[in-house]
């Protein structure tokens, strides 16, 4: 086949990447898009790296039967994990640097705040990549290991008091410490903007990694000269490793998959 009508493969831990995916059909639209969630093995945040690293490669790995001209780890534990590891080859990326990029884009005080699972903020990998970039940059961490099973359970509107009381919990240090951008380094956490906002007040820029991370793809295909030429919307597969019924009632929450079918598939173990 032709490698620019080849599909976009994206996959996550759950459907945090979903996220990815929104952004994608928004400013890609003519584009096929093949969607993996681990559902049946997240969260990645809290295991260890070598297991992250297994994972990762497994879902590298189910891409193959696809033959996708692009892959993204739309997962910041995978990619923060993987940035350690040597990074990723040319026709994929995770979603640290298109997020880094665009923090030390946005910043005027260069006070730069993350917020992500346990395994990202442990790796160091988004502070090393923004002291990289903004060497002069003061870089707040913050892990947030109540917000993946918020989200991924539907516990994301304001109002919802559980989420709003982690939100407080969390993220009171970073506002102390007056960041004017915050990167929402798992992409699960978009889900949760609007509280994560209300919480640091409306001048702080709020960074989705998974979205930069479909623009940074838009990026790389054009410059590839790889986009896919046809006019008609492209078309979404989406697959997970748990319950089919369970992803599509979750995922509503994040973004409309209309009548995309939901298929179970096995990853090795
Ligand atoms: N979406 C994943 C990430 O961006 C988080 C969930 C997990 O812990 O697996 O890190």
Do not use: W
Request: hydrophobic fraction near 40%; proline fraction near 4%.
């Amino acid at each position: 086949m032709d490698n620019s009508c080849r599909p976009i493969g994206v996959f996550d831990s759950g459907l945090g990447g979903l996220t990815t995916v929104n952004e994608l059909r928004k400013i890609l639209p003519c584009e096929d898009i093949v969607y993996l969630g681990d559902t049946a093995r997240v969260p990645y945040g809290t295991k260890s790296r070598e297991t992250v690293l297994r994972y990762a490669a497994q879902d590298f790995d189910f891409f193959k039967q696809f033959d996708v001209k692009f892959t993204i780890a739309a997962c910041g534990t995978v990619s923060s994990v993987m940035a350690l590891d040597g990074g990723f080859g040319e026709l994929c990326t995770g979603v640290i640097i298109p997020a880094v990029e665009a923090a030390c884009r946005a910043t005027k005080n260069k006070k730069i705040g993350v917020i992500a699972t346990g395994a990202s903020i442990r790796s160091g990998s988004y502070g090393r990549l923004i002291r990289q970039l903004t060497p002069d940059a003061e870089v707040f961490s913050q892990a947030c290991p109540m917000f993946v099973p918020l989200v991924e359970n539907g516990y994301t509107a304001r109002g919802c008091v559980p989420a709003e009381f982690f939100a407080r919990e969390y993220l009171e240090p970073l506002k102390r410490g007056g960041v004017d951008t915050l990167i929402l380094g798992c992409t699960h956490y978009p889900l949760l903007s609007d509280i994560i906002s209300d919480v640091m007040g409306g001048g702080v820029t709020l960074i989705s990694s998974g979205a930069e991370a479909a623009k940074y793809a838009k990026r790389l295909l054009t410059e590839k000269k790889i986009l896919n030429p046809g006019t008609a919307h492209g078309t979404l597969r989406l697959f997970c490793t748990d319950s089919p019924e369970l992803f599509r009632e979750n995922a509503e929450h994040f973004i409309d998959i209309g009548g995309a079918k939901v298929e179970r598939c096995g990853l090795g173990n």
